[in-house]
């Protein structure tokens, strides 16, 4: 079982800088593929970006250029640097972490953490 929990947000002008982290524990957080996802009130959840265990890297086209996210491995933590932040970029942000094996899957999610881009 793994535990994700998320902090970092907040209320932030437009065009301003926020950075997410979420810290996992009770797994082998370097085997899994640790992603953000993120859900504005009345709409469904998408993807913002997810980062394997290799490093590769998957944005959303609505975040690319904009948004970068890594991993540290040593920490167990996830972040998602958040630059030129626009109103549409406020929802709740969501941590994923997912680790596939021929039939197993694990997948965990995050409390979520809230973010406000407003004047």
């Known amino acids: 079982q793994v535990q994700l929990v998320e902090s970092g947000g907040g209320l932030v002008q437009p065009g301003g800088s926020l950075r997410l982290s979420c810290a996992a524990s009770?797994?082998?957080?370097?085997?899994?593929?640790m992603g953000w996802y993120r859900q504005a009130p009345g709409k469904q959840r998408d993807l913002v970006a997810t980062i394997t265990r290799d490093g590769i890297t998957n944005y959303a086209d609505s975040v690319k250029g904009r948004f970068t996210i890594s991993r540290d491995n040593a920490k167990n933590t996830v972040y998602l640097q958040m630059d030129s932040l626009k109103p549409e970029d406020t929802a709740v942000y969501y941590c994923n972490a997912d680790y596939r094996s021929g039939f197993v899957r694990r997948n965990y999610w995050g409390q979520g953490t809230q973010v406000t881009v407003s004047s």
């Open positions: 009770g797994g082998r957080f370097s085997m899994y593929t």
